[in-house]
């Protein structure tokens, strides 16, 4: 997968402005061009005026649109062809998590490609962590997770967590387990700049063990699968990614798979 166009949608607060400037950034790095997109909010029930995405005619160009921002948002990546749609994050409280909102919440489950969700005070992808669940399915995230990862020459780790009951049943158990063999050898394969992609095996409660390596690791970037659909809330990933979205403490790039 190629990475060259990327796709940032402000609100004009802060988050979004940062949003807009790591877009610019990232496409400067990947030699592409990006966007920028400013949505004013309207309720629910106000029919969208379905005009055209107009090409810019500069690697910055811009546009302004009137909708539901999360809608519009996708609509408006898709038609430009955006290989990455870039949102801000809102800061962390001190008593609960990440806020995401509507406007994530509706991205995650109708993009049809990468979404980053970027906070402040994040300026550069120096390590980046991709979490992988062992699935044929869950393997679609390398691809684009290498893609990002060289953008940035950044540091890549894999992260695979096995129930613990599994994990414990023999010494070995880890090294022969199917989803280990299956994920060991396509992230051996990959051609990184900055190294080769080192994989961690972990077993217990996968948000927390990917949460430590997060840590450990000191990652920049959280890389997971999402499944698109899904009823509002559910942010597209079932509750394992539900949580790290809104816990993980740094930036977040969600792969449809």
Not at 179 to 195: F, S
Not at 210 to 239: K, N, P, Q, Y
Not at 243 to 249: E, G, K, M, R, V
């Amino acid at each position: 997968m190629v990475m060259k166009r990327f796709f940032a949608a402000t609100d004009g607060s802060r988050d979004g402005e940062h949003a807009v400037a790591m877009a610019s950034t990232l496409a400067q790095r990947a030699g592409g061009e990006f966007a920028r997109l400013e949505v004013d909010s309207v309720s629910a029930a106000w029919e969208p005026q379905l005009e055209p995405w107009k090409e810019p005619t500069a690697p910055n160009g811009s546009a302004n649109r009137r909708g539901l921002p999360g809608v519009e948002i996708v609509r408006n990546a898709e038609l430009w062809g955006a290989d990455v749609v870039v949102l801000g994050r809102h800061d962390r409280t001190a008593k609960g998590p990440f806020t995401l909102g509507e406007t994530s919440d509706t991205v995650i489950r109708r993009r049809s490609g990468p979404s980053l969700f970027v906070p402040p005070e994040t300026c550069a992808f120096e390590r980046v962590l991709v979490a992988l669940d062992g699935s044929l399915r869950g393997l679609g995230v390398l691809g684009p997770a290498a893609a990002f990862v060289e953008i940035g020459r950044s540091r890549a780790y894999a992260i695979c967590v096995l129930p613990r009951a599994e994990f414990e049943s023999t010494p070995d158990a880890s090294s022969a387990d199917p989803r280990v063999e299956r994920i060991r050898p396509l992230v051996d394969r990959l051609q990184l700049t900055a190294g080769p992609c080192e994989l961690v095996i972990r077993a217990g409660n996968a948000v927390q063990e990917v949460l430590a390596a997060i840590e450990a690791t000191a990652a920049d970037l959280l890389v997971i699968g999402v499944r698109r659909g899904g009823a509002a809330g559910d942010l597209g990933s079932g509750h394992i990614g539900r949580d790290l979205l809104q816990t993980a403490p740094c930036a977040v790039l969600t792969v449809p798979i």
